[in-house]
């Protein structure tokens, strides 16, 4: 199965499993609109968007493995 038809949390199972694949995956899905809530919070200071999107997938990566699908909560 190609990571594109995964589901959100098919793609959390894997890069709980340290896969880096599944994490560009999950940003190329999601860092766009991460980005357009960031800019309007940080009022378009572009340095810090980037910067919270990466603290985001950072987080992502870091806390994977504690995501239940049961109940979508760390």
């Given at each position: ?17 340290r ?33 919270c ?22």
């Open positions: 199965m190609t990571m594109e038809v995964m589901t959100d949390e098919e793609l959390i199972q894997l890069i709980a499993a896969r880096e694949d599944a994490l560009v995956e999950l940003h190329r899905r999601y860092a766009p609109y991460l980005a357009a809530v960031a800019r309007r919070i940080l009022h378009d200071d572009s340095d810090e968007v980037d910067q999107v990466q603290d985001s997938f950072v987080n992502a990566w870091n806390y994977a493995a504690r995501f239940d699908d049961k109940t979508r909560n760390l």
